[in-house]
């Protein structure tokens, strides 16, 4: 068996510009929540605080998530066509891992998420989906031979503890079932899997070519699981439309993006920590936008969040070791 060789540590300019991509993967996926929230908010219930008038949309969660996948597996393979040929191939042997990528790492968290928002509520499931760094460390040790200081546990201890805070876990804010639970734990669990098959497909596959595989087998998966009329009726409201490309675009093929560059060059652990960033940027843009409370402990919690990121970031750890490919 080949000798694992260690890589050393990536320069500073590649861990700034890693978790400056993540952090911007963080905004987009709190951009896409926001937009979720506008467009299925009733009209007639609108708090004077609001900027904007919701659209009230009756599109189910996963018919969204079918409609996103779709459209932005289109545009992307629109781009790519014009631009960047060379990232649509790859070869017979690396199918499965893609469609596994794609079925289970990226259409299989989109569906848990929304499970667990069905079953309890958007704060619940947010929390336990950022349990997944915890795991991410767990399997990056087991599996990646990531090396492991204090640094990375009480980074991730941080970032879970503020995402709890800001999601409002202490002032009573979750909605708890069993079945609540068991979603939202296996939705952290394939955000887990999709940053460890991330990390380890950016040193095989440009993120323009993961990001498009993953989003034609994601999209395949919703248009079996629920009909093709189904998903393409979704975009029969003009302004729904509209909206689901948006979130296609800013939601989806710009952050999926962006994380998986961020996996490449800080890693896996880190990675998943910045992008805890997300509650703290939809809890702030929520007030704004929405006029929603913003109280001390959410801001406390925001606060955690950014020092587990700071005190990760000065580790200026090795991306994890990876056996060598063939």
Same mark, same amino acid.
Not at 110 to 125: E, M
């Given at each position: ?32 929540? &926001? #937009? ?75 569906? #848990?998420?929304?499970? !667990? ?31 492991? !200081? ?58 323009? #070519? ?89 801001? &406390? ?26």
């Amino acid at each position: 068996m080949s000798e694992v060789v260690r890589p050393p540590s990536p320069p500073l300019e590649h861990r700034t510009r890693g978790y400056l991509l993540a952090a911007f993967a963080a905004a987009c996926w709190a951009a896409g929540g &926001l #937009t979720a929230k506008w467009m299925f908010t009733a009209p007639t219930d609108v708090p004077a605080s609001w900027l904007v008038r919701p659209l009230g949309i009756a599109v189910p969660p996963a018919v969204l998530a079918g409609g996103r996948a779709l459209s932005a597996f289109l545009l992307l393979a629109a781009f790519l066509l014009a631009a960047r040929r060379k990232d649509l191939k790859v070869s017979l042997r690396d199918v499965p891992f893609l469609a596994v990528f794609g079925v289970v790492a990226l259409a299989g968290m989109h569906f #848990t998420y929304f499970k !667990t928002i069905s079953l309890t509520n958007v704060a619940t499931a947010i929390l336990l989906e950022y349990l997944a760094p915890v795991l991410v460390l767990i399997m990056s040790v087991v599996f990646l031979r990531e090396r492991v !200081t204090w640094v990375l546990p009480a980074g991730v201890s941080l970032s879970v503890v503020g995402c709890a805070l800001v999601v409002g876990a202490v002032g009573g804010g979750l909605v708890v079932s069993a079945a609540g639970i068991a979603w939202g734990l296996a939705s952290a669990v394939l955000f887990a899997t999709y940053s460890l098959m991330g990390t380890y497909a950016t040193r095989r596959f440009t993120p323009w #070519t993961l990001l498009f595989w993953g989003l034609g087998f994601a999209a395949l998966f919703w248009l079996v699981a629920l009909g093709p009329k189904v998903v393409l009726d979704s975009f029969a409201d003009p302004v729904a439309a509209v909206a689901i490309v948006f979130i296609a675009v800013v939601s989806t093929i710009m952050p999926f993006g962006a994380f998986l560059t961020a996996l490449h060059l800080i890693g896996p652990t880190p990675a998943t920590i910045t992008a805890t960033l997300e509650p703290m940027l939809a809890g702030i843009a929520a007030f704004v936008i929405f006029g929603e409370k913003l109280t001390v402990v959410q801001l &406390l919690g925001g606060a955690l969040v950014i020092a587990a990121i700071v005190l990760v970031q000065s580790q200026g750890a090795a991306a994890p070791a990876l056996p060598p490919q063939d």
